[in-house]
């Protein structure tokens, strides 16, 4: 939902000192990164394993690198910044919450993280007025944009044709990081967010009308809401995740559909049959919005069914309770 507080620092504010302090950090996360990855996959695909260990090697040579040149300009004490403290880069599930890890799922992983890498490392060059420092961000965005054609190489030698042209291209995953991630996150929160309200209403007044009336404006204001919480998440530029314009467009649309879909029911003017309607579409909603998490959010199913279908159903009877108060 939208929140007015934010207690992120804007990149563009950051010194030359923090954002050192920030590349250092970074590539010591994606550095662990990689050495899971290596130790996940590695008996299945001992190829893709050794590539992961080559790759955490890098990312510890550009560490090593950049601490060089921080303790040459700004001396032995790191600021403790870390991207979670920066507006606009994504958030990423840790990798050692996964109980399975496919290597479709570590190959969007790999993508997302070397293409944000690069964009980061050439949004830091033109932010720095240092030579040396400019020349080094320079120098490390190139070697990340290589390594993103190396994640590309994995489709083509592990997948062979048909899965590369399936799967691995950069039009997929970028459609997956606009649309598909904003619209699923949206879906379960429209879905759970707008229940009580619903049968709150329906319970309260017992008129279809009204109970509809409420659902409607419920799931635009979640839509509403969650839009805007999404468009103003990040601009893209750090993360590659595409115009915040789209992002929050898909968010907000499906976020009203989801409300939408235990609401409308109640344009059937009995009560009874549009009440039963609607909480078998809540049943419906809640497991599929359980499936969605597994197959998209790399969520555990009944881990999922845990969170959406137990959560929901609270959700769900705290409105029917409440109606009846």
Do not use: C
């Not at 994640?151 to 044709?161: F, I, K, T």
């Not at 509403?224 to 649309?253: C, Q, V, W, Y």
């Amino acid at each position: 939902m939208f929140s007015l507080r934010d207690n992120r620092r804007d990149f563009s504010s950051l010194s030359e000192r923090e954002i050192l302090s920030l590349a250092i950090a970074a590539e010591e996360e994606d550095g662990r990164i990689y050495s899971e990855l290596a130790t996940r996959l590695g008996d299945l695909y001992p190829g893709t394993g050794a590539l992961f260990e080559a790759m955490a090697a890098e990312e510890d040579n550009h560490r090593r690198r950049l601490l060089d040149l921080y303790v040459a300009r700004f001396g032995k004490r790191l600021v403790p910044i870390r991207r979670e403290h920066v507006r606009g880069f994504l958030t990423r599930k840790p990798i050692w919450l996964l109980k399975t890890l496919t290597l479709e799922q570590a190959r969007q992983q790999v993508w997302e993280m070397e293409d944000s890498a690069y964009r980061f490392y050439l949004a830091a060059a033109a932010e720095v007025n240092d030579v040396e420092i400019r020349k080094l961000l320079g120098d490390l965005a190139a070697q990340e944009r290589s390594h993103a054609r190396a994640a590309d190489g994995l489709d083509a030698r592990l997948l062979g044709q048909e899965g590369r042209e399936s799967e691995g291209q950069e039009a997929h995953r970028q459609f997956v990081l606009t649309y598909v991630q904003p619209g699923l996150a949206g879906l379960m929160d429209g879905s759970v967010s707008t229940l009580a309200p619903v049968f709150a209403a329906a319970f309260a007044t017992g008129s279809t009308w009204q109970t509809f009336l409420v659902g409607l404006a419920a799931a635009v204001g979640a839509g509403i809401s969650m839009g805007f919480t999404e468009a103003a998440s990040d601009d893209g530029k750090l993360t590659g995740r595409g115009s915040p314009l789209k992002r929050g467009f898909a968010a907000g649309i499906m976020t009203a559909v989801g409300g939408l879909g235990h609401a409308l029911p109640y344009l059937i003017p009995d009560f009874g049959i549009a009440t039963t309607l609607a909480a078998v579409v809540v049943l419906i909603e809640l497991w599929a919005i359980a499936f969605i998490q597994q197959r998209f959010m790399q969520t555990p199913f009944w881990r999922a069914v845990m969170q959406v279908v137990l959560g929901g159903s609270l959700v769900f009877a705290a409105g029917i309770l409440i109606g009846n108060a």
